[in-house]
């Protein structure tokens, strides 16, 4: 029988990561030792006192069964705590709150549960890919918002057409950004408030990246801005903000319908955390903070591993301030970041990520990232810098 799959999905292409694994395995298998500069997953553990949490909660006898779809009461309000505690944000654990499995389903499912076909999503270019699968999946018409070096990779809401801001039911915005390092001041938020309200938009921030932060920098969140819970969800994540991206534990916060609509949409695909994992979420959330800031001085020593090579081989770039990734321009004489990355990979072991992945606006550029030791990284640096200047 020919399976013939729901027109739905028939548009959806395996993750790029997916498909760079096999690659690399096999390069693996023929003896080469590929260094990983392409996936955004932290190499460094969470602090022991999150772990020492799950294991002491994992010996609880009442700690197996299911857990509270959408999270636990505590869990829910440990995020409501976090959020004062970091923004000055006061939300209410029970109606602006909402426990994912990972940020990547919230993202994934508000399209499912705000988008009928053909409604309008104005998605960045170049971005975390799931917006657009989301939508497509859910049939909406997709419009881009090029993030261009000389705008400080923001979009401009002024190149938006009025007729396309009419009809948009949702705008995606993603500060500290994947892939591009850039931060959004917080004036940027309050014009989107404005911009939003105005158009009618629901605004959905991913903020996965909010507390990956150098230079002693702090990056807001969407909803410090009066008035912005009436139109913006804004999703955070433990993946990044505590080396927790296997746990699989974020939130979706702000507009309480919206977070109504994911938690019923949600209760029906999936039967919540594993009881443990939420108690540990709970304790990073509440913990002390302070071993963040030495984490973030960390990567902030690899950026710079980093930005120091990119300077001497002509990439042109701004040094990130923020998340888990350096955008790099490849210097003149090198035209499509796909073929960069399969010969730099083939012919030096070093994977970094092409550009183009994350949208058109990202052809030409290349993503590395910053969870790699240091001397792993200055290893993959020094391949890089010989392999460009022809030394293999
Ligand atoms: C911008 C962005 N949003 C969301 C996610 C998903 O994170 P999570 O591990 O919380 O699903 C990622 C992961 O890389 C990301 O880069």
């Known amino acids: 029988m020919e399976i013939k799959p729901a027109h739905r999905v028939s548009t959806i292409k395996p993750y790029f990561f997916a498909d760079l694994a096999k690659t690399i395995n096999k390069l693996k298998q023929s003896g080469v030792d590929v260094i990983r500069l392409d996936i955004g997953s932290p190499d460094l553990p969470p602090e022991n006192f999150i772990i020492q949490a799950l294991i002491n909660a994992a010996r609880q006898p009442d700690m197996h069964g299911y857990g509270q779809s959408g999270g636990s009461s505590s869990l829910k309000a440990a995020f409501a ?32 549960v705000l988008i009928n076909p053909s409604d ?58 994947n892939p591009t390092g850039a931060i959004a001041p917080y004036s940027f938020f309050e014009k989107v408030v404005a911009f939003a309200t105005k158009h009618q938009i ?21 909803l410090q801005v009066p008035g912005a819970k009436d139109i913006a969800v804004e999703f955070n994540s433990l993946s990044k903000i505590y080396n927790m991206a296997g746990w699989r534990v974020g939130a979706a916060v702000g507009n309480p319908d919206i977070i109504r609509l994911l938690k019923v949409y949600k209760s029906q695909l999936d039967s919540s955390h594993f009881k443990p994992i939420m108690c540990a979420a709970e304790t990073a959330l509440l913990g002390d903070q302070k071993w963040i800031v030495r984490r973030n001085e960390i990567y902030q020593q690899r950026r710079d591993i980093i930005v120091s090579t990119l300077s ?13 990734y350096v955008w790099a321009r490849l210097p003149g004489s090198y035209q499509d970041s796909i073929l960069f990355c399969d010969k730099l990979l ?36 020094q391949r890089m810098d010989d392999w460009m200047k022809g030394r293999n």
């Open 81 to 112: 705590r976090y959020y004062y505690n970091r923004f000055e944000i006061e939300l209410d654990p029970e109606r602006e709150v909402l426990g994912l499995i990972g940020s990547k389903e919230g993202v994934f499912n508000l399209s499912q």
């Open 120 to 177: 309008l999503v104005l998605i960045p270019d170049p971005c975390y890919p799931v917006y657009a699968v989301g939508a497509n999946v859910a049939q909406a018409e997709t419009y881009s918002m090029p993030l261009l070096a000389e705008n400080g990779f923001l979009p401009d809401f002024k190149a938006i057409p009025s007729d396309i801001a009419k009809r948009a039911k949702i705008m995606w915005l993603n500060y500290p950004n």
């Open 202 to 222: 629901v605004i959905a921030h991913d903020a996965p990246y909010v507390d990956v932060c150098f230079d002693n920098y702090k990056a807001p969140s969407i």
């Open 312 to 324: 001497q081989l002509e990439f042109s770039f701004e040094i990130p301030k923020a998340s888990l």
């Open 346 to 381: 083939r012919e030096s072991g070093v994977s970094v990520t092409p550009g183009i992945v994350y949208g058109k606006s990202g052809k030409g550029y290349i993503r590395i990232s910053l969870v790699t030791p240091g001397d792993r990284l200055k290893e993959a640096m």
